[in-house]
């Protein structure tokens, strides 16, 4: 069993940056497909990034591509979605998902199997 923990989010001003992680348990975690999804009432979760097996594989989501920055730290079983220029719109409950059973990249969270509790950012002047 896989377990995901989020962390870093927060209240920050527009134009401020973030930093999530995303620590997730298992030896083969450097195998794992790693995601983010944002939640809002207004919208049920949306894709954000992705990272597959090496950094190089990443996708983003237009609106964040650009200002985010998926990243892995494999010696720490960890993902971080380094998040700049925020703006009132990136405001939700942010989650991190994990595949680990398929190496490549998807923007559906049915594909991932294993998700955290999800960490709040909240952008507001």
């Known amino acids: 069993q896989v377990r995901v923990v989020e962390s870093g989010g927060g209240l920050a001003q527009p134009g401020d940056s973030l930093r999530l992680s995303c620590a997730a348990t298992g030896s083969s975690f450097k195998t794992y497909t790693v995601a983010w999804f944002r939640q809002t009432p207004r919208e049920d979760r949306a894709f954000v990034a992705a990272i597959g097996v090496r950094e190089a594989d990443a996708m983003y989501e237009a609106s964040v591509k650009g200002r985010f920055t998926i990243s892995r730290n494999n010696a720490e079983n960890t993902v971080y979605l380094e998040m700049k220029n925020l703006t009132p719109e990136d405001t939700a409950l942010y989650f991190c998902?994990?595949?680990?059973?398929?190496?490549?990249?998807?923007?559906?969270?049915?594909?991932?199997?294993?998700w955290g509790q999800g960490t709040q950012v909240t952008v507001s002047s």
């Open positions: 998902a994990v595949n680990p059973y398929l190496s490549a990249l998807f923007r559906t969270p049915t594909e991932y199997s294993h």
